[in-house]
């Protein structure tokens, strides 16, 4: 067993980042490190180690978009595993094993002896997710953020709040779409549309809280036209998984996916990358992650 660590240096502060490469180089295990330059970097890397053909285990070292490129990289190839080793601003997926998580997936040694998993992916006009997909205001305001992290004094989540404001109070919140989802048929304005492998996105939202990432099902959530008002009194419940308190504006469906159309471009954030489109198909994809994790955590339902 081959063990390969892509560390995305911008992920993190240098002196983290150097801190890991000792620990790394402290493991029994035969490794290999390598450092990502630009952005599609740790795709490319985990595909040509995964096409090599032996057993494989790769840590991307970094956040939600570092362990992004390499789950697309290395999907669908039975001799590959992945893991997420948390030296980013986000990441998400790893929430679903619970407090502490961090500690311990920082936890190398644990770590590289660790179980794995099968994962289920979620595919976005091919491009794939481990996590969460989803397309709406929500999705607006995590693409928009960007454009304000040059702003003096605005921090990361100061930047988060500002593209909130310019996206619920300027732009507006609902979109025309046209949604089919099972058995749900719906046109007219929605608010977001959010599909769920995993249970956490943006920092810390759980629409779902009770879904698993490797039963084989898709939970799609389907918000419609809310006023700005009913948004900041919804938002937070949304992001509880209190969905079920709210059939009349929030509509479940548990299955393979979602079809979501638009008269104008949608954007969609496939684990925090943006995927865009006039028609975003939201489906289970037919590939397989294996996700390997430390033996004491376990990644069952919130309840």
């Not at 595919?123 to 454009?147: E, Q, S």
């Not at 898709?218 to 937070?236: A, H, I, N, P, Y």
């Not at 992001?239 to 299955?255: A, H, M, T, V």
């Amino acid at each position: 067993m081959h063990h390969l660590f892509i560390i995305n240096p911008t992920a993190g502060k240098k002196r983290g980042t150097a801190q890991l490469v000792e620990r790394i180089q402290s493991l029994d295990v035969s490794h290999e490190i390598i450092h990502t330059k630009k952005a599609g970097d740790a795709r490319r890397i985990a595909r040509t180690m995964a096409e090599l053909g032996e057993d494989l285990r790769i840590y991307a070292c970094g956040g939600d978009g570092t362990l992004n490129e390499v789950v697309n990289g290395a999907a669908g190839f039975d001799n590959v595993a992945v893991t997420n080793v948390p030296i980013g601003t986000g990441n998400d997926f790893l929430k679903i094993f619970g407090k502490g998580y961090k500690a311990r997936f920082l936890d190398l040694e644990a770590l590289s002896q660790g179980p794995q998993a099968p994962m289920d992916l979620i595919d976005c006009n091919g491009h794939l997710g481990i996590d969460i997909v989803c397309t709406g205001v929500d999705a607006r305001i995590a693409v928009d953020k960007d454009k304000f992290n040059g702003f003096p004094l605005v921090t990361g989540i100061g930047s988060y709040a500002i593209s909130a404001v310019a996206n619920v109070l300027v732009k507006g919140i609902g979109v025309p779409t046209v949604v089919d989802c099972g058995d749900l048929h719906y046109e007219g304005d929605t608010s977001l549309v959010c599909v769920c492998s995993g249970r956490y996105y943006g920092g810390g939202f759980m629409p779902v809280g009770d879904n698993m990432p490797d039963d084989g099902l898709l939970e799609t959530l389907v918000v419609r036209k809310v006023s700005r008002m009913t948004f900041f009194r919804l938002v937070g419940k949304y992001g509880s998984g209190k969905y079920r308190d709210y059939p009349d504006l929030i509509w479940y469906r548990q299955g393979d996916g979602v079809t979501v159309r638009g008269g104008q471009e949608l954007v969609a954030v496939v684990d925090g990358e943006p995927v865009r489109g006039r028609e975003l198909n939201i489906r289970l994809s037919d590939k397989k992650m294996n996700f390997f994790y430390p033996a004491d955590l376990s990644y069952g339902p919130v309840r």
